[in-house]
């Protein structure tokens, strides 16, 4: 009894405020109850006392005895926590590895000794025991997240516990080789398409289509059993393979030789066929599938044909291939199409503006003023969006020649003002090139980007805009200017034509662009070239706008100067506090194809805006486009070119050199030097 009332068990009870003010309720209850019975009836009030005094002490003794209960349940539940803690340590298959602040090992669990072949390993540093483990534990001590990591050959999640210096390592090698089968597993579509076998047929006999159709459907057929595919035939001109993950790296890594022994075995035959490839892949729902194949179809075609393009959605494209140039075309049925629906799409708009990419060239320039004339065939206005600030010394020499054509001279407009005047039912005309990150006038793309007309020369890249109206992109022709010339035959000739200006600019501009006629002239560049002589272009103002002044004179023999010539390749780097113009660089990489030995040129110099411009040359064996797509630009096989800011000369120069001496790019120099 004595124990039972001893003031630390009361204190026990009553330390619970619940049980306090439960006990404090019933206490102050109970002494009311027994006062109002003494003062009715002295008896009634002793018999109330003695029953609460026995309710009273039967509570406390139920009441302790709950207590009692609940301590023994909570001790034994810490127990068995503990003891499961202790067997988790020891037995669940987690490997547990536990480090002093000198980085010692003080206690590894048995699941993790089984990796050190139960060598005796406490007390030594990690790194005297696992170099491998040391650096793991390096490199993601401060992760926030887990890390999987491949020690020993095996896949493990891989957790470091700061406070505790603990390691962490789950052996997770089955789910990895699972996750791999199934991402090898996962299908992927293409599309082949014979680039040229339209044209290419075109006077052959029903024998010698039927002999070239069966050794290309053959030839196809037989890559693609050698490679696990499933092959059909769609059209005469283009097919349909399905396959696996694995067997697209597999032929991504042969870098997809069919393309080659096709157009090699054709060419002997004289009838040279090459294949366009468009292949998608990482989508489970296969109309997504073949639409994203039929996207990268299209810019294989934009980019001159005979290449691969594999991309999933949203995903950077990677391409196969290109290693020739763009074939021409022998029908002038495109043109007339294009110019067609350029010809609607004027109709219904209410205005037009052309302009060219950044820094303007003549084929640029000039492509702006046909689109310009095109327009006025048409009843239409238009405008030229043009920076003043970014003219070179011929565009500045044409503008002196247009102070005679105050019309046209009237439509030339500042980039403020064509986003002024731009509407919503105004059409946007974006010429001799298709990224939006090179046009003089990025806030009017953004404004006009959903009435939009691309017409370029130039091979296609990824940075192209989503929706465009319309788009004329023909990498085998010469100069956006060629294009547009074969547009005026089949525009309304009611009003005044084509004017001496115009034609002069325009076949200035393709003179340019083939190096007089020398390079990637075509029989319909000469029908264009033709043409506007016809159409009063000058040949002395053609001689007079390609003049150089003496500036630029010096400049190019200064940069020639400063040239390097390895493995047949020309790096000329301009000096780090010197400027120099655009069209003089690109000039002098032209000029360094003219030396013995040299397939190609680069030439690196800083713009007056501290752009440093490269611009990129070739005999047309070594694909310099693939290289300037690396540095973020493009252009064509032969000529190209890009523009990088906040970079140094020489590290522009380095960044060249890496991707030319890099073994990866190694790979990619079979489509540059065959």
Same mark, same amino acid.
Request: with cysteine; charged share 25%; hydrophobic share 40%.
């Given at each position: ?7 630390d ?8 405020? /619940?049980v306090?003010?439960?006990a404090?309720?019933a206490?102050?209850?109970t ?9 009715d009836?002295w ?5 109330v ?10 509570c406390l003794?139920?009441?302790?005895r709950? @207590?009692?209960?609940?301590n023994?349940y909570?001790n034994?539940?810490?127990d ?5 803690q ?8 987690? #490997?547990?590895?536990?480090l002093?602040q ?9 699941y993790?000794a089984?990796?050190f ?5 406490v #007390? ?12 793991l &534990? ?10 999987v990591?491949?020690?020993k050959?095996l896949?493990f999640e ?6 505790g210096r ?5 052996d997770?090698t089955k789910?990895e ?8 597993e996962?299908?992927f579509?293409?599309?082949i398409?014979?680039?040229? $076998? ?9 024998t010698? @289509?039927?002999n070239?159709?069966?050794?290309v459907?053959?030839?196809i057929n ?9 092959m ?8 349909l393979i399905i396959g696996?993950q694995?067997s697209?790296?597999?032929?991504e890594n ?14 002997q035959?004289?009838?040279?066929v ?7 892949y990482?989508?489970?729902?296969l @109309?997504k ?13 934009g980019?001159?044909?005979?290449? /691969?393009?594999v991309r999933a *959605?949203?995903k950077p494209a990677?391409f196969?291939g290109g290693?020739?140039d ?5 029908t002038? /049925? ?7 629906a ?6 219904q ?14 084929d640029? &320039? ?6 310009r ?8 206005e238009c405008?030229?969006v043009?920076?003043?600030s970014?003219h070179?010394?011929?565009?500045q020499?044409?503008m002196k ?5 105050q ?5 030339i407009i ?7 005047k731009?509407t919503?039912?105004?059409?946007? /005309?974006?010429?001799?090139h298709?990224?939006e ?9 953004? *404004? ?5 007309v ?8 990824e940075d192209?805009p ?8 023909e990498?085998y ?5 060629e294009?547009i010339?074969?547009m005026?035959e $089949?525009?309304?000739?009611?009003g005044e ?8 600019a325009?076949l ?8 007089s ?6 029989t ?6 033709s ?14 706008f390609?003049?150089?002044?003496s500036?630029s ?7 020639l ?7 047949r ?6 000096e ?6 655009? @069209?003089t ?10 030396i ?14 501290g ?15 693939v290289?300037m797509e690396?540095?973020?630009?493009? #252009? ?7 523009q990088?800011?906040?970079k140094?000369?020489?590290?522009? *120069?380095?960044?060249?050199?890496d991707i030319?001496?890099n073994?990866?790019t190694?790979e990619?120099?079979?489509?540059i030097?065959?």
């Amino acid at each position: 009894m004595q124990n039972f009332f001893s003031s630390d068990k009361w204190m026990f009870y009553f330390k619970h405020p /619940v049980v306090r003010w439960n006990a404090c309720y019933a206490i102050l209850m109970t002494i009311i109850s027994v006062g109002f019975s003494f003062h009715d009836n002295w008896l009634l009030g002793v018999i109330v006392l003695i029953i609460a005094l026995v309710g009273g002490f039967i509570c406390l003794k139920r009441l302790r005895r709950l @207590v009692t209960d609940a301590n023994e349940y909570l001790n034994h539940l810490i127990d068995q926590i503990k003891q499961g803690q202790q067997e988790a340590m020891l037995k669940m298959p987690v #490997g547990m590895i536990m480090l002093n602040q000198k980085k010692e090992i003080e206690w590894i669990n048995p699941y993790m000794a089984k990796y050190f072949s139960l060598t005796r390993v406490v #007390g030594k540093p990690l790194a005297e025991v696992d170099e491998e483990l040391a650096q793991l &534990f390096q490199q993601h001590e401060d992760d926030k997240e887990v890390a999987v990591v491949t020690w020993k050959d095996l896949q493990f999640e891989f957790r470091v516990q700061n406070q505790g210096r603990v390691i962490y390592l789950m052996d997770i090698t089955k789910y990895e080789q699972i996750s791999k089968q199934l991402e090898q597993e996962q299908i992927f579509l293409g599309t082949i398409y014979l680039d040229n $076998y339209d044209e290419l047929i075109q006077g052959m006999s029903d024998t010698s @289509v039927s002999n070239l159709h069966n050794y290309v459907t053959s030839e196809i057929n037989k890559w693609a059993i050698e490679n696990h595919l499933l092959m059909k035939i769609v059209d005469d001109d283009s097919y349909l393979i399905i396959g696996h993950q694995a067997s697209l790296e597999a032929v991504e890594n042969d870098k997809f030789k069919i393309l080659d022994t096709i157009r090699e075995n054709t060419s002997q035959q004289n009838s040279p066929v090459t294949l366009s490839v468009g292949i998608a892949y990482g989508e489970n729902d296969l @109309v997504k599938l073949a639409d994203t194949a039929q996207d990268n179809l299209d810019l294989a075609l934009g980019r001159g044909g005979d290449q /691969v393009v594999v991309r999933a *959605k949203d995903k950077p494209a990677r391409f196969y291939g290109g290693k020739t140039d763009p074939m021409e075309k022998r029908t002038r /049925v495109r043109a007339r199409m294009i110019s067609q629906a350029l010809k609607e799409l004027i109709k219904q708009a209410d205005q037009l503006f052309v302009m060219g990419h950044n820094n303007p060239d003549m084929d640029s &320039f000039g492509a702006c003023l046909g689109i310009r004339r095109i327009a006025e065939m048409n009843d239409k206005e238009c405008w030229i969006v043009a920076d003043s600030s970014q003219h070179h010394a011929d565009i500045q020499r044409l503008m002196k020649e247009m102070d005679n054509y105050q019309s046209i001279k009237d439509h030339i407009i500042s980039p403020e003002e064509a986003v002024e005047k731009a509407t919503d039912n105004s059409l946007l /005309v974006m010429v001799d090139h298709s990224k939006e990150s090179m046009t003089i006038s990025l806030d009017l793309y953004e *404004k006009l980007q959903n009435r939009l007309v691309i017409i370029d020369h130039h091979r296609r890249g990824e940075d192209f805009p989503e929706n465009p109206l319309l788009v004329y992109i023909e990498p085998y022709a010469s100069s956006t200017c060629e294009l547009i010339t074969e547009m005026f035959e $089949y525009q309304p000739h009611g009003g005044e034509g084509i004017n001496k200006i115009e034609a002069t600019a325009m076949l200035t501009g393709i003179q340019i662009d083939t190096k007089s006629f020398t390079k990637s002239a075509g029989t319909r560049t000469f029908d264009a070239a033709s043409y506007l002589r016809s159409a009063g272009a000058d040949g002395l103002m053609i001689q007079s706008f390609m003049k150089e002044d003496s500036r630029s004179f010096m400049q190019r023999n200064h940069l020639l100067a400063r040239a390097e010539i390895n493995s047949r390749i020309a790096i000329c780097a301009g000096e780090e506090d010197r400027y120099y113009d655009s @069209v003089t660089a690109a000039q002098s990489a032209d000029m360094l194809l003219q030396i013995t030995d040299v397939d190609a040129s680069f030439v690196i110099a800083k713009r007056s805006d501290g752009v440093i411009a490269v611009s990129a040359r070739s005999m047309g064996d070594f694909n310099v486009q693939v290289i300037m797509e690396k540095m973020g630009g493009g #252009g064509h096989l032969a000529n190209a070119a890009t523009q990088i800011k906040d970079k140094t000369v020489e590290e522009v *120069k380095q960044q060249l050199l890496d991707i030319l001496n890099n073994k990866d790019t190694a790979e990619d120099e079979e489509q540059i030097e065959e």
